[in-house]
């Protein structure tokens, strides 16, 4: 039984020094827009198919487009101008606006942008928008989607390889188990911190972008603010959240701000309300009720203004 779990261990050992390999000699790069060397397993083509698969089924859940193609056109316009200013501008780009009244944005992989009508409610200026969608451009742009998977697989490997490790060094069972527990709670909190670290990092290239198009950084802090009150004040515990709390990152926003754009207290940049008035806060006013409303806590979804793939929905903020 003992030489039948070496031979095992000793194959994961093999699949996991595979894995290592192939990611460091295949996806290691220095990201452009971020300047850190980065682990992706994605290639962008592959990025790009991803993408272009899910999309469909989130317009689907999210009550399909908005019904007012003034808005959406607004919004796509904003939208590739932000990602004309980034370092991934040659991605096929797509801006949509869901008729759903969660307060909801997220992006998936190769450049799928999406922002939910219960968000563009809350809103008051064009700036506003702009460090939303700025901030989903920099999840994509940073490639936050290829480093989760990257790194879920390789803590996946990771945890096999020390459970048969753990089963042959005892024949206790339950410290066995005790120990492949241990790994695993530990793994998930490491991710979810990666998660937060990865919404900072948007939020930092969302704020580059906005200002390359003269739009104040305030805006962004404006919408943390929004977030903040939808979610009844931003509370719970940080370190069991993927995402740091609304409070967290208007502190960030804040100084960021101060010390990166002194000229967010003048007249360098603008908010653009009357335009945000006219061409959508007007307009959505006159629109039947979203064909997928928020129920109960679903109002607010505290994972969003995120990166999400197949697997992991974004909420709000």
């Not at 095992?8 to 000699?25: C, F, H, N, Q």
């Not at 796509?76 to 009244?101: K, N």
């Amino acid at each position: 039984m003992k030489l039948e779990q070496r031979r095992i261990a000793g194959w994961w050992l093999w699949v996991s020094v595979l894995w290592v390999t192939a990611v460091v000699s295949v996806g290691c790069s220095t990201n452009p827009a971020t300047g850190r060397a980065q682990l992706n397993i994605l290639s962008e083509s592959e990025e790009i198919s991803l993408g272009r698969e899910a999309a469909p089924g989130f317009l689907e859940q999210y009550g399909g487009s908005l019904p007012d193609e003034q808005i959406v056109a607004h919004v796509r316009q904003l939208g590739q101008q932000l990602a004309a200013v980034s370092e991934r501008s040659q991605l096929p780009w797509e801006f949509h606006v869901v008729d759903s009244s969660v307060i909801n944005a997220f992006a998936l992989p190769g450049g799928k942008v999406f922002i939910s009508r219960g968000l563009l409610e809350r809103m008051t200026n064009e700036a506003q928008l702009a460090g939303v969608l700025g901030h989903e451009v920099g999840h994509v742009t940073a490639q936050h989607i290829g480093q989760q998977m990257t790194q879920a697989m390789g803590i996946q490997i990771g945890l096999i390889a020390a459970g048969i490790a753990i089963d042959q060094a005892t024949d206790d069972a339950w410290l066995a188990t005790l120990g492949l527990v241990g790994g695993e709670l530990g793994a998930g909190m490491y991710l979810l911190k990666y998660g937060r670290d990865q919404e900072h990092q948007a939020d930092e290239l969302g704020l580059r972008y906005m200002t390359r198009l003269g739009y104040d950084p305030l805006g962004q802090v404006q919408v943390m603010r929004i977030l903040k009150d939808a979610s009844g004040g931003g509370g719970g515990i940080e370190m069991l959240s993927t995402h740091p709390l609304p409070e967290s990152r208007i502190e960030r926003l804040v100084e960021m701000i101060a010390e990166r754009y002194p000229g967010s207290e003048t007249s360098a940049y603008g908010f653009g309300e009357a335009r945000f008035r006219r061409e959508v806060l007007d307009r959505l006013e006159a629109l039947p009720p979203a064909r997928h409303p928020a129920k109960g806590a679903a109002a607010w979804l505290p994972a969003g203004l995120c990166a999400c793939g197949g697997v992991h929905a974004a909420g709000g903020g």
